[in-house]
Structure formats: C-alpha cells, structure tokens
C-alpha cells in the first residue's frame, strides 16, 4: 500500500483524501467523507491540521497531521487513540482499523441507546386531533341521546 507520508502544504487539495480513502477501502473499510480543515492549528508549539474521515457504519476518525507531514494524535469517536507504531503510518493505519473493527459492536450499540431529538420547529398534531376528536365524540353523544328520547316520546 505505501507508506502515506502528507505534504502539509498539500493537505487542503484532494490527493491526501485521496490516498487516505484508498488505504481505508483497501483496508476493508468504507469511506464516506473526508474532511481537510484547511485551518492551520497551534497547541503546545506543535503546528497542525486536522483530518476528519467518516465511515460508512458512523466511527469517525480525526487525524492531526504536523508540519512535517506525521500524524502525531488520532481520536475514534472523539476519544484519544492511542498508536503503538508512530513511526510506521502503514503499521499506524492498521492499528486505527483494527481499533474500529474491535469497538464496531459497542459503537453501534451506543448509537441505537441514543434518543433523536426532535426540533422545537417541529410541532406534534397528536394532541390538537385528540381534543377535536373528543369533542366530536362528545357531540355525537349528545345527538344519540337527543335521538333516544326522541325514540321514547314517539313510543
């Protein structure tokens, strides 16, 4: 597969996206989306970019890539990876695969516990056609009462 050095400079064009979705498919798993940010980023003197990758099932993958085209801090799902081979980005991907392939089932149950929140612009007509409801209800009550009587006066 290669090994996938960045050229920090060219990290906001298609090729990083690019070889990162082939390695991924090569991998087995789906790419989505990838995201550059082309926003560069200072935390504790170390000059970077962020990299998001979306897969298919959901996990997302940010990488923060340094100046010098490494990949110094990786979060699954937004939490810290922590890489074993830093030295290695061929050996790093696999074990970036091999951790979502390993919390795949617990990813995907997480998400169905996860309630969808309903926007507040959204109104529910449930409880208008109820009380319309009960009110015709309550009409034809009337009326079938009123024809009772009726029955029984003629009678």
């Known amino acids: 597969m290669g090994t996938l050095v960045f050229n920090f400079e060219d990290l906001d064009g298609d090729n990083a996206a ?3 979705s082939r390695y991924f498919q090569g991998a087995g798993e789906q790419v989505v989306q990838t995201t550059v940010d082309p926003q560069i980023r200072t935390s504790s003197d170390i000059v970077y970019k962020t990299i998001d990758i979306t897969f298919a099932d959901g996990q997302k993958l940010t990488l923060l890539v340094k100046e010098s085209g490494d990949i ?9 990876l922590p890489l074993k081979a830093q030295d290695d980005q ?3 991907m696999a074990e970036m695969v091999k951790a979502m392939d390993d919390g795949r089932a617990a990813f995907q149950e997480a998400l169905t516990k996860t309630q969808a929140v309903v926007p507040t612009t959204i109104r529910m007509a449930a409880p208008k056609v109820e009380s319309v ?6 009409s034809l009550n009337e ?3 009123l024809a009772k009587k009726e029955l029984e006066s003629d009678a």
Do not use: M, P, T
């Not at 110094?72 to 810290?80: C, D, H, I, T």
């Not at 409801?133 to 309550?138: I, P, T």
């Open 18 to 20: 690019q070889a990162l």
């Open 72 to 80: 110094f801090s990786v979060l699954l799902n937004g939490k810290a």
């Open 90 to 92: 061929e050996a790093a």
């Open 143 to 145: 009326e079938i009462d």
């Open 133 to 138: 409801l009960k009110a015709r209800l309550a």
